[in-house]
């Protein structure tokens, strides 16, 4: 059974402070489902999925830096507002690069979640994926062990997120700064999901609790 349609996937409250525990529930919103994709298999998907990592990479700058601008407190309460906005444009990225490769029929949310997060929480998302050269094989998570990642990553990112606040305090350099950011950051999701598509994936029939 999907994992989809095993998990609660209440999403915070926008203005809620970016805690863990916000934090993984916001990450269990984003990977209870697999976005839809207009692209088509292409006979260059690497060259192809870079284009599209640059628009979504672009795009989630601007997005990042346009909820950085509210200064002072009234910015603390765009933090996670931001984060889910910049993984939901992560998100649809994924799934158009696996479209790309041919492999958006068999994308499931543990290969999202890996790629949006092996770069900033690798030990989060560790029971995931397992890499052996290029061939890559996929766990199938139970709803308990999608808790405990979305707990394990939550944690890690609340670092980010502190930092976040901080720029808050300086809006303009703070929304330059997350901007830079949210494109760096952009590109890594993109350059692992890449990474993952380009080889053999094989998905694991047996739920992993």
Request: net charge positive; with cysteine; aromatic share 4%.
């Amino acid at each position: 059974m999907a994992i989809h349609n095993r998990l609660n996937t209440t999403v915070p409250a926008e203005g809620a402070t970016a805690d863990p525990s916000f934090l993984g529930q916001a990450i269990l919103s984003l990977v209870g489902k697999v976005s839809a994709s207009k692209k088509l298999p292409s006979e260059t998907p690497t060259e192809d999925a870079r284009r599209a990592a640059k628009a979504a990479a672009t795009k989630a700058a601007l997005a990042a830096g346009a909820l950085a601008l509210p200064p002072g407190v009234l910015g603390w309460l765009t933090i996670l507002p931001e984060m889910m906005g910049v993984w939901k444009i992560q998100r649809q990225m994924v799934a158009d690069i696996a479209a790309l490769y041919g492999k958006h029929a068999t994308l499931t949310p543990e290969q999202v979640v890996y790629c949006l997060f092996q770069h900033t929480a690798a030990q989060g998302v560790r029971d995931l994926v397992v890499r052996v050269g290029q061939r890559t094989l996929v766990r199938r998570a139970s709803p308990l062990l999608i808790r405990t990642i979305t707990r394990r990553v939550g944690a890690k990112l609340a670092q980010r997120a502190a930092g976040k606040g901080l720029a808050r305090w300086l809006p303009v350099l703070g929304a330059l700064g997350m901007s830079a950011y949210a494109y760096a950051d952009t590109a890594q999701v993109a350059a692992t999901a890449i990474d993952l598509f380009e080889g053999v994936i094989e998905v694991d029939a047996v739920v992993v609790d």
